[in-house]
């Protein structure tokens, strides 16, 4: 899989409203119901789709992050550039 994000990629829908809109008007409901489900569960689908694609680089950003001090800390405790002698525990 290629590593870097194409413009395809930024184009992709997780949720798709007119989709979802259509499925829902396709349902034996009466249309006071639909305008329900449309007011009330899509808002909120179309809110979490959004929620999770703004939290996204923030995630990968903060796991990043971990990984490298995790490689940073191991490799500094690793190098032993103080000079100081291993202390014996007997």
């Not at 569960?41 to 979490?48: G, I, T």
């Not at 490799?75 to 202390?87: H, R, S």
Request: hydrophobic fraction near 40%; proline fraction near 4%.
């Amino acid at each position: 899989m290629w590593p870097f994000k194409t413009k395809k990629d930024k184009e992709l829908k997780l949720v798709d409203e007119d989709e979802l809109t259509q499925l829902i008007e396709q349902l034996d409901l009466e249309p006071p119901q639909q305008q329900f489900i449309k007011a009330r569960w899509l808002k909120y689908v179309m809110w979490w789709d959004k929620r999770s694609k703004d939290a996204k680089a923030p995630y990968h950003r903060l796991r990043a992050t971990a990984a490298i001090a995790g490689v940073v800390t191991s490799a500094l405790v690793g190098a032993n550039l103080g000079g100081v002698e291993k202390i014996s525990c007997m």
